[in-house]
């Protein structure tokens, strides 16, 4: 038994949302507010509680609900049980049988007998599929309604048409729609409700947003479409009525603009509420708040323009970042554009579009010029809006991102530019950025995930000018090594583990300093020897974090830290054959190129006979 009868029950059904409900558990630990936090520091405290429950003897149980998706995206935070320890993992795949084993125990199925007994025949044993759910469901709708099996059986749609989990859900669902009690307020609340995440439905808000009278929920919760507390003042509709009530709105209105009206005004309305949009930053997943999306674009080419829709757009684009898709929280925020007015709150929304078109270009376009000078100009037209109307809450969240482009742009110097200026000029906008957070954030600073996240981008920024300005390479290094030792020591102390996916790229960041410090500094065979050997080391235990980290399979960190240590091997293997300064001559490069290339050509050819073989 976990200790006190109790464990964590963690929402599955995409990797933001199990990063938030693991985030949840440790925030909660540490009397922060997961909702204060941005998605990496989130993803921080998600990983800082899979690393308590895994460091932890005490017997504990996990529950990861409606892990339907994918399993590999949720590897990584997946806790591993020790004795007296277990992980239950709700799906309707099979999928999970490939990383968990066949041999896991699962849940029993409701045999013909018990559906007989508990239903009073077999007429709806085919609808059940041996699931216990469908049991209670059409218990509760036999008990309240007078219908004989039978009935609800014809109600069934045909088979084929529609996924096999879904047909028991589907026909409790046409059965209660065909009711003559059941209005147009009953049909927006259980649309309303689909839309939402399952396990987490206020019934109050459910009601007011749909119209419908006090009580109503819970009509529809006797019938046993869902399933409601009034003592707690939650709901839950598991995932397979929401999916059918979704499905037959889109499919059995569809010959008319009768289910696309109902549906787009639903999501509208979800949209628009603060209180609807509060519940999907917590809760939500990825793809239920791309679907409403969606559907209130289409509203937008057929509604009049007015607050409902510039607020839902607004509020979508808000938790579209938060649960990290940067591309469709921009595509909604351009949505929103011709919407807006010259007011300062009109002016703040539009630096949040330009924010947005920034982050995309950073995070998705690297190696695209023209997509990064874009996105630059996008930032730093955020930060003249943020500074004309004195937001002090963005202004160095968005300098910095201009630094973080233009960092990247240092790659792409056109006449009249150089790689050293723009690195200087990244440099001096992340230190003035950072220097805002560090007032803004006050005695708090050194406590707090976003400022150590800012100080550590100062680190990053050193590397490229050490290579810029070789006769000041030492003290980049050195200010670059003690950021990088600073920031790792904190977030020992923020996340309490050694281990953690914002330790990891700390220790990397030593093993980088001490390579280019054996390239750029080094004046003795032995000190270059030292320093690749210290690259080596730091490398290496880096690589080993992001292998505990990215669970069974490399994922792109230990990827990215195999590249480094590549460069490293290729420095050990040349030295001291080959001597070479800040600067090598040209007939020193190209002697480095002519040993360097064999061995490269080699291990390209075996890995091609391992692809053949594959």
């Known amino acids: 038994h976990a200790q006190n009868d109790s464990g964590w029950f963690l929402n599955a059904s995409d990797p933001q949302a199990l990063i938030d409900s693991l985030a949840d558990a440790e925030t909660a630990q540490a009397g922060l507010s997961r909702s204060e936090l941005e998605r990496p520091d989130r993803e921080g405290y998600a990983l800082a509680a899979k690393r308590r429950l895994e460091s932890n003897p005490a017997p504990w149980i996990v529950v990861l609900d409606n892990a339907d998706g994918d399993p590999k995206p949720l590897l990584r935070y997946l806790p591993r049980p020790g004795t007296g320890q277990l992980v239950v993992i709700t799906s309707t795949t099979d999928e999970w049988l490939r990383y968990v084993g066949p041999d896991q125990p699962q849940l029993d199925k409701v045999t013909s007998a018990e559906i007989a007994r508990e239903l009073g025949g077999s007429e709806l044993e085919g609808l059940v599929r041996g699931r216990a759910l469908m049991v209670y469901a059409f218990q509760q709708l036999l008990r309240s309604e007078p219908i004989e099996p039978t009935r609800v059986a014809a109600d069934a749609p045909s088979p084929g048409r529609m996924p096999e989990e879904m047909e028991g859900p589907s026909a409790l669902w046409r059965v209660l729609s065909d009711r003559d009690w059941f209005k147009r307020p009953h049909m927006r609340l259980c649309a309303i409700a689909a839309h939402l995440p399952a396990d987490h439905l206020p019934i109050d808000l459910l009601e007011d947003l749909s119209g419908a009278r006090a009580g109503t929920l819970l009509t529809l919760a006797e019938r046993g479409l869902l399933v409601a507390d009034p003592g707690t003042g939650w709901a839950r509709l598991h995932r397979l009525f929401g999916a059918a009530i979704l499905w037959n709105l889109e499919h059995d209105l569809a010959t008319s603009t009768k289910g696309a009206d109902l549906l787009e005004s639903v999501a509208l309305t979800i949209a628009a509420s603060e209180r609807a949009c509060k519940v999907l930053r917590d809760h939500g997943d990825v793809r239920g708040v791309k679907l409403l999306l969606d559907r209130v674009e289409q509203a937008r080419k057929r509604c009049a323009i007015g607050p409902e829709l510039r607020n839902g757009l607004r509020n979508l684009g808000v938790v579209l970042e938060l649960r990290g898709d940067t591309v469709a929280s921009a595509h909604a925020y351009e949505l929103l554009v011709a919407l807006l007015t010259d007011t300062p709150e009109d002016r703040r929304i539009l630096a949040e579009r330009h924010h947005a078109q920034a982050r995309v270009a950073y995070r998705n376009y690297k190696n695209n010029e023209q997509r990064l000078r874009e996105g630059l100009e996008h930032a730093a037209a955020a930060h003249s809006v943020a500074a004309e109307l004195q937001d002090e809450d963005n202004i160095g969240r968005y300098l910095a991102m201009q630094g973080l482009v233009l960092k990247e742009l240092a790659a792409y110097p056109r006449p009249g530019e150089s790689p050293l200026k723009l690195s200087v000029g990244a440099l001096k906008m992340l230190e003035d950025a950072h220097a805002i957070r560090d007032r803004r954030l006050g005695p708090m600073k050194e406590t707090h995930p976003e400022w150590a996240r800012s100080f550590f981008n100062l680190a990053g920024a050193r590397l490229p000018l050490a290579q810029a300005q070789p006769r000041q390479a030492e003290k980049h290094l050195n200010r670059a090594a003690e950021i990088y030792r600073e920031v790792a020591a904190l977030r020992r102390v923020l996340f309490s583990t050694d281990v953690h996916a914002q330790i990891a790229p700390c220790i990397q960041g030593l093993g980088l ?102």
Request: proline residues 4%.
């Open 513 to 614: 300093v001490a390579y280019y410090r054996a390239l750029l500094v080094a004046s003795t065979d032995a000190e270059r020897s030292e320093q690749l050997r210290e690259a080596t080391h730091r490398l290496a235990e880096a690589l080993a974090q992001w292998e505990e980290i990215e669970g069974p399979e490399d994922g792109a960190e230990a990827a990215k830290v195999s590249g480094y240590l590549f460069k490293v091997a290729l420095a050990r293997r040349a030295h001291p054959k080959l001597a070479y300064k800040s600067h090598p001559e040209r007939d020193g490069a190209r002697k480095l190129s002519g040993w360097a290339a064999p061995l490269v050509t080699e291990a390209i050819q075996e890995l091609a006979i391992r692809h053949e073989v594959e």
